[in-house]
């Protein structure tokens, strides 16, 4: 799975034959959550609010570009 971003030990990574919705992985403390590309929400996995606060934050940036 290759590895798009690395930020505060959050991991952003993504497969590009993956199931849909089209979504990317992000990984934190041995936590791992699924977030819809569109929605930029969470549906699967789990991360603390904290690190999950900071994935929609870096997700909503890149839709911006």
């Known amino acids: 799975?290759?590895?798009?971003?690395?930020?505060?030990?959050i991991v952003i990574r993504m497969f590009w034959n993956d199931h849909d919705p089209p979504?990317?992985?992000?990984?934190?403390?041995?936590?791992?959550?699924?977030?819809?590309?569109?929605?930029?929400?969470a549906f699967a996995g789990h991360l603390s609010p904290r690190a999950l606060g900071l994935v929609i934050e870096w997700a909503s940036?890149?839709?911006?570009?």
């Open 23 to 41: 979504h990317f992985h992000a990984f934190y403390g041995g936590e791992e959550t699924l977030i819809d590309i569109e929605r930029l929400s």
């Open 61 to 65: 940036l890149q839709k911006q570009d």
């Open 1 to 9: 799975m290759p590895e798009l971003c690395r930020f505060f030990g």
